[in-house]
């Protein structure tokens, strides 16, 4: 079956902060947690490509924020090429240590992509069952 290809993220970005636990952390510390902050922008149709904030350790293995598109840009994608983020954008729980362009990465390269759902298919309707999380 098709997975979801759109993803709901409509907070305010205090509420971001807040849902991700660095907003304490930034008021502790007086600098940012949320690098790129700039570029959130709510969305209730979030598709591959998007910016979207996510969760990540920091050199200190602190977690912090970070706003990037959404997907996986392939290692041969060709210097120059326009990345395809619909190609790579989501891995099964069950494949993805057994598929080598995710599970190289799992060790080192993760992160937390926040949501507050996502749209899955209907195969009975043209419309799309909102999953909320």
């Known amino acids: 079956s098709k997975m979801c290809g759109r993803t709901r993220f409509a907070l305010a970005a205090q509420q971001v902060e807040q849902a991700a636990g660095v907003q304490q952390q930034q008021q502790q510390q007086q600098q940012s947690r949320w690098v790129d902050r700039d570029r959130y922008r709510p969305s209730y149709n979030i598709s591959p490509g998007h910016w979207t904030p996510i969760l990540r350790l920091d050199e200190h293995n602190m977690p912090m924020l970070q706003t990037m598109k959404w ?62 999380l």
């Not at 997907?71 to 326009?82: A, C």
Request: aromatic share 12%; hydrophobic share 35%; net charge positive.
């Open 71 to 132: 997907g996986l840009v392939p290692s041969f994608t060709k210097h120059g090429e326009k990345p395809d983020h619909y190609r790579m954008f989501n891995a099964r729980s069950e494949t993805v240590d057994s598929k080598p362009v995710f599970s190289r990465l799992l060790s080192s390269r993760r992160c937390v992509v926040l949501l507050e759902g996502f749209y899955e298919v209907n195969p009975w309707s043209i419309m799309p069952v909102w999953c909320k």
